[in-house]
């Protein structure tokens, strides 16, 4: 079933959301977008579905500043963090509230900045409320932004480091904001699981010669999503 509604943040701003539900689900994910892209752009269409196929509920949301970007037709940067954990907190209160998760084991996500973002919720006490917080049971992070392109040396490990819950990163293996081998030199804590996909770029992409395809990349991330919320 596919459900869209808006709800309002703290500021007063929209957020809009996109809730997939399927029958039988065995767990509820909130995936949130990327700093380029929105909730609906196809990589979180085809991800979504894969999600659904698994037997996952997904609801997605957009952040203010993407809406307003579609509004105006001008390429607005991303609001700061303050403002992004803010309106991910809003989504994650009204699932709750409104026990859209049915009970289902919550997990938190998202593509690159989304997940940085979903991470950094869970890192700080003082960022979400206890209420909310002891609702969720891990965070996902699709192609994890260890640093800003050709900027190694500004590192974003804090949200994984002090983070409350297990994480799991997917990150493909020449990601530019944080490759394999830059990754293993971090010797990230016990509770980050990291998966590497071969020859796979920030959106998992890998090349046509490798071999491999986005499709198979895109479903082993999904598998490896849903054993991670079994586990």
Partial sequence: MNNQETI???DGS???????TVENAKAFVIFAHGAGANMSHEFMNDISKLLNAS???VLRFNFPFMDKRELTGKRYPPDR???L?????????HVVEKKLNKDLPLFIGGKSMGSRVAASLVADSDLLKS????KISGVFCIGYPFHPTKKPEKLRLEPLVEANKPILIVQGDRDTLGNKLEIISYQLAEHCKCVFLEDG???LKPRVKSGFTLQAHMKRAVEEIVFFTEA
């Fill in 14 to 20: 929209e957020i809009n959301i996109i809730l997939n």
């Fill in 131 to 134: 209420s909310l917080l002891d």
């Fill in 85 to 93: 954990l803010i309106c991910y907190e809003t989504v994650i209160e």
């Fill in 55 to 57: 037997g996952i509920d």
């Fill in 8 to 10: 309002v943040n703290e």
């Fill in 201 to 203: 770029d920030h959106s």
């Fill in 81 to 83: 963090m303050p403002k």
